[in-house]
């Protein structure tokens, strides 16, 4: 079975370019969870959605950040300005609905180096 | 808040057990996960238990719950050097999960 898709998987790119990042959740999986992993603050949920609806978005670093889900098979993360502190890796991963939480499938992420 | 403590390093010895710990906050977590990072990889679900549940055993894997005193452990039997990697504990809260900072386990030959 297909896991969680991501790309690109490396993005280098310099200083106030637009990034896009995409994210192909697994296949009848309901919720979709974007995460940012740095060093310094370690794992952080910035949005998710269920059913393709961002349902909790207070993670979102600031207006630069934007994610859409357009259908259920497909999310983008988008930064516009992108500035060097947006350097980290960015994980996609989805999960069913079922008693309590079900477990989350991560994709192997995108590196964005910001320059 | 909800919130998950772990300790950030680890060094065993090639054969033996290692035990990673993790202490949780959020008494209605339903169930506790633990997942393995590998380097230049994402996050690979190990296994969970049910808030209801002392033990898992899973092969090589003992998880350990202590509901009331809200701590997590996961033993690893027989430590292998493909076992060297970043091991994550997660509640899951009343909305999402909520993942720990990581332990980095060093498997030394």
């Known amino acids: 079975d297909a896991g969680v898709i991501q790309s690109p998987r490396h993005e280098v790119t310099e200083m106030g370019q637009e990034v896009t990042l995409r994210c192909k959740p697994i296949s009848g999986h309901d919720y979709l969870f974007w995460y940012r992993q740095t060093m310094m603050r370690g794992l952080e949920l910035l949005i998710y959605f269920n059913n393709n609806v961002p349902i909790d978005d207070s993670g979102m670093p600031e207006d630069r950040f934007s994610a859409k889900m357009p259908n259920a098979s497909f999310s983008t993360l988008k930064i516009q300005p992108s500035e060097p502190r947006d350097s980290a890796v960015y994980f996609c991963a989805s999960s069913r609905r079922g008693v309590g939480w079900q477990p989350q499938h991560f994709g192997d992420g995108t590196r964005l180096s910001i320059l | 808040g909800e919130d998950v403590e772990q300790s950030l390093f680890l060094s065993v010895r090639e054969g033996d057990s290692s035990v990673i710990n993790c202490t949780y906050t959020d008494s209605s977590s339903t169930y506790l996960y633990w997942y393995k990072q590998e380097p230049g990889a994402g996050l690979q679900l190990l296994t969970y238990i049910f808030s209801n549940m002392d033990m898992k055993q899973d092969q090589r894997l003992t998880v350990l719950l202590n509901k009331k005193d809200k701590h997590l452990s996961l033993r690893i039997a027989d430590t292998q050097t493909g076992d060297s990697a970043i091991y994550f504990c997660?509640?899951?809260?009343?909305?999402?999960?909520?993942f720990g900072s990581g332990t980095q386990l060093t498997v030394l030959p």
């Open positions: 997660a509640e899951n809260g009343d909305r999402q999960l909520t």
